[in-house]
């Protein structure tokens, strides 16, 4: 891990509780994502640097995936479900939970060394 500091999990500051979020986690010079709804047992997404700065840049345009890593597609209620291209991990998360991490990835919460 990361200079001698215990990564952990968080969620935007726009998150209304920490039970249903879009989590993050920065560790080994990678992002992860996770679903709070799935208490620590459901997939994660994995995000090399390159595509976690792009996958921030699409999210906070809210412009399709072209990134390679992950592919985000909008459900029929406005959420979205995140899908990694290597390993076919999907997050299902709901529009408010989408709308939460996005308003933080507007406000830099998620850039690279934000945590």
């Excluded at 952990?8 to 080994?28: F, K, M, Q």
């Excluded at 994995?46 to 906070?60: K, N, Q, R, T, Y």
């Amino acid at each position: 891990m990361t200079h001698g500091t215990t990564p952990r999990w968080r969620t935007s500051r726009h998150s209304s509780n920490g039970a249903s979020c879009v989590e993050v986690l920065e560790a080994d010079r990678a992002t992860y994502l996770r679903d709070t709804k799935q208490h620590g047992q459901g997939p994660v997404v994995h995000l090399d640097g390159p595509a976690w700065s792009a996958f921030l840049d699409e999210v906070a345009r809210d412009a399709p995936s072209a990134n390679g890593a992950v592919e985000v597609t909008a459900t029929a209620e406005g959420g979205r479900t995140v899908r990694e291209a290597s390993s076919g991990a999907e997050l299902h998360f709901r529009a408010d939970e989408w709308a939460a991490f996005r308003a933080g990835v507007l406000d830099g919460e998620f850039s690279p060394g934000a945590a």
